[in-house]
Each structure stands twice: as C-alpha cells, then as structure tokens.
C-alpha cells in the first residue's frame, strides 16, 4: 500500500513500529489528506518536516518525560514541532516565559533560547495533543483527527515498562490522565503556565526538581534543564 503523506513524514524509529497500526486507520489516512492540501493552498505551522520532530528527537525506548502540550505556537518562526519550545532566537512566548521564570526559582536555572530542543535529546517527549495549526488561527485542526493519534502515543508510553513521569499543565492536558493506568507511571498535575493561570499554582509546583528526584529515586539518569 503506498504510503500517506503524514506516513512519508514519519521518522523510521521504534515510534514508527509502535504507531504503525495508526497509519492505516481511516481518521489517520483522512487527516493525512486533509493536510496534504492544507500546505499547498494555507500557511500551517509548523513547517511539514518538522511535524513529527518530538518523535524524532526522542525515540520510545528514550522516553523519561513528557510535556504535554495543545497545539503548535501559530505564527512565524515558533513552531517547529515539539510543545513549548521555539525556533532560533525567536522571542519567548509567555507561558515559556513562565516555565523559565518556575525552572529558575525550583533549581536556580536561568535559560535564555526558548528551542527546547536539549531537552527532547534529553528524554523529554515534547508532544502537542495537536500536531499542526494554521497560521493566526488558534486550535483551527483541533478537529481534524490530531487527538485520537496522541491519544494513541499516550497508550503506547503507558504500556513502557520503565517509569514515564507526565507532566500535564492545565485542564486540556489533565483530561489524559485516563489513558495512564500503569500504575508505575507517576503524573505530576498542576495549572497551566499561561500568564492567566500561572499565578494559581504553576507558579510553585517545582515539576522540575521533582521530575528529577523521582528519575533518581528509580535510578534513571536524571534530566539537565539547562539550556
């Protein structure tokens, strides 16, 4: 069977042997699709071979973390694939501020490039619940098949046998918490970073600090948040 236009884009790693069984499924050949024609006739971000950089820069067997974010920043030069994180020297967009602003209070780190691409290498899966957006339009492919393939990565990091520590930031992100049931797996939950919502209680939670000790507790080599 010739392989979709999503399929092309995905990297030839053990995440392409896990998902596999997705490629074929009819939401995914539709989505698929949809978006072969969304980048010929719109501006989508992020760019079409960086749809998959989360799965590229941190295969399964490397997963420690995951930061779960919504959809991809939606205007040019942010997003390149992987949540939170921006291209270059790009200005930081303010719930990044915010993550940097808690990393520097919870461990004295103080970031200055908003590519989080350190730590995705580092075992940080940088995952969006939706893995591409049209420019200026917030949430435009929310709908578009996205959330039942991340649904289908979380079930798959749930199956790991080593330890995953979720980090999920707001409510959206909270809502997955029923697809991890191993109860090995350790989720750590707190408000959205989001300058409407940090001061509840993202401010404080100190997931970075925690995420470390509980990798060391399980004798996993522990995340280096500098970038």
Partial sequence: MQKSFL??????????????PEF??????????FLEMAYKKETIYPAEDNIF??????????????IL????????????????????????????????????ADLAIKNHTG??????????????????V??????AH???????????????????????????????SQKKELLITNPHHVILKSVHPSPLSAHRGFFGCKHFSKTNEILKRNKLAEINWSL
Avoid at 74 to 90: C, I, K, M, N, R
Avoid at 92 to 104: A, G
Avoid at 144 to 154: A, C, I, M, P, Y
């Fill in 24 to 33: 074929r499924q009819k939401y995914f050949l539709d989505l698929s699709i």
């Fill in 53 to 66: 950089n989360a799965f590229k820069m941190t295969d399964f067997d490397n997963v420690k973390v995951v």
């Fill in 69 to 104: 974010g919504q959809d991809p920043y939606h205007q040019p030069g942010q997003a390149h694939g992987l949540s939170f994180s921006v291209e270059g020297d790009t200005k930081l967009p303010p719930s990044l501020k915010n993550i940097f602003k808690e990393m520097e």
């Fill in 142 to 172: 929310a709908k578009s098949g996205w959330e039942k393939f991340t649904d289908s990565v979380l079930k798959s990091l749930n199956e790991k046998e080593t330890p995953v520590i979720f980090l999920l930031w707001g409510a959206p």
């Fill in 115 to 132: 590519n989080l691409s350190h730590w995705a290498k580092e075992g940080v899966l940088l995952l969006n619940t939706f893995l591409t």
């Fill in 7 to 20: 399929e092309k884009k995905f990297p030839q790693n053990l995440w392409f042997e896990k998902l596999q």
């Fill in 134 to 139: 049209k420019e200026s339009t917030p949430m």
